[in-house]
């Protein structure tokens, strides 16, 4: 078969794996790869080159993508799916497998339900958001990434006796966040979930400095906030989202945190730094596994599905779903929050 692989939305660590497996998987049944540049511009653009063995050889170590990526939706623009049918048949694709996270695999179902587009779904999101699959490629590199990040905060904030905010992605799921605080160990974990009580906040922030002489606090970019210290906090990107990190919601809880306790704070925007580096281990071997099923759902002739992890085993699930809304930290995390994060 002539299969199309694309990745689109955010990069995050893990695609390259995906891909390398993409390819090596369809070796074994003979099948031709092509890769489509920069997401669903490139099929809209028709857009697409043979992957081969040595393209991919040496890419499992490798952070982004090699394909390259975009937050391009053809549902947005004038005969944009139109134009996808098109390329399909332009570049001979027999199938088409699309790697992303809720907007891109969000694509993938539609076209899937309005054409029935001969298309499976690989998840990926740094975000872990995606709903049907335990965990997406991409959260745990980029959480270790912020893990690290925060120790070295605890460093500097010792030695001055300040608190110190770390920001974090994750959009509107407090995934990164949450592991990021539970690994770093930080005193206090502001997530999308739970609504912002900034009085509460500052009293334990207190009782900790008091204790040990410096605080750290991580915030999810996706809080709520009633005002931020940017007024670009509604400017918004391609698929519609609002850019969460332009509001930067760190400094604004750090400015209100030092208001309150009178305490030296900082605030620090992890931002794009934790979407690169080499994936670890557990997303190298999660990529591989969920490239691997999506050639063989394509084989199956299960389209209109995503490869997906659930309960420890590669299995899986309908676009539709995993698509349908994002996933949340789940109510049995945030029962265990007070056990974790002391007030
Ligand atoms: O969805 C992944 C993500 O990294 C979010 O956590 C973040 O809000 C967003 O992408 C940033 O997007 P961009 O790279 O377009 O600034």
């Known amino acids: 078969m002539r299969i199309g692989v694309l990745t689109g939305g955010g990069d995050c660590p893990g695609l390259n794996p995906a891909i390398r497996a993409i390819v090596y998987r369809g070796i074994d049944f003979a099948d031709e790869i092509i890769g489509i540049p920069l997401g669903w511009k490139g099929m809209l653009e028709g857009e697409g080159k043979?992957?081969?063995?040595?393209?991919?050889?040496?890419?499992?170590?490798q952070g982004g993508t090699i394909l390259g990526t975009s937050r391009t939706n053809p549902y947005k623009m004038e005969g944009g799916p139109q134009k996808v049918l098109d390329s399909l048949l332009s570049l001979k694709l027999d199938a088409l497998i699309a790697i992303g996270g809720e907007d891109t695999l969000g694509v993938a179902s539609r076209l899937y339900g309005?054409?029935?587009?001969?298309?499976?779904?690989?998840?990926?999101?740094?975000?872990?958001?995606l709903s049907e699959t335990d965990f997406t490629f991409g959260f745990d590199t980029a959480s270790t990434t912020s893990m690290e990040a925060l120790e070295r905060l605890r460093d500097t904030a010792k030695s001055h006796r300040r608190i110190m905010v770390l920001e974090v992605m994750g959009r509107h799921a407090g995934w990164v966040a949450l592991y990021t605080a539970l690994g770093g160990g930080a005193d206090a974990v502001l997530l999308p979930e739970v609504p912002v009580n900034l009085e509460e906040?500052?009293?334990?922030?207190?009782?900790?400095?008091?204790?040990?002489?410096?605080?750290?606090?991580?915030?999810?970019?996706?809080?709520?906030?009633?005002?931020?210290?940017d007024s670009a906090q509604n400017e918004v990107d391609s698929f519609g989202h609002i850019i969460l990190g332009k509001r930067a919601a760190g400094a604004y809880i750090a400015k209100e945190l030092e208001k309150r306790t009178k305490l030296e704070t900082r605030s620090v925007q992890?931002?794009?730094?934790?979407?690169?580096?080499?994936?670890?281990?557990?997303?190298?071997?999660?990529?591989?596994?969920?490239?691997i099923k999506a050639i063989d759902l394509v084989h199956e002739?299960?389209?209109?599905?995503?490869?997906?992890?659930?309960d420890g085993k590669v299995t899986e699930v309908p676009l539709e779903a995993a698509t349908k809304e994002i996933k949340k930290v789940y109510a049995t995390w945030l029962k265990l929050l007070p056990v974790l994060f002391k007030k």
């Open 301 to 310: 002739e299960k389209f209109g599905y995503m490869a997906s992890y659930k």
């Open 270 to 291: 992890i931002g794009h730094i934790q979407r690169g580096g080499p994936p670890t281990l557990f997303d190298r071997v999660l990529g591989t596994l969920v490239g």
């Open 50 to 61: 043979e992957l081969n063995l040595k393209d991919v050889e040496e890419i499992i170590s």
């Open 114 to 129: 309005d054409f029935k587009v001969r298309v499976v779904g690989v998840p990926k999101t740094m975000d872990n958001d």
């Open 201 to 229: 906040l500052s009293k334990s922030i207190l009782k900790h400095h008091q204790r040990k002489g410096y605080g750290l606090v991580v915030v999810s970019e996706g809080i709520e906030i009633t005002a931020t210290t």
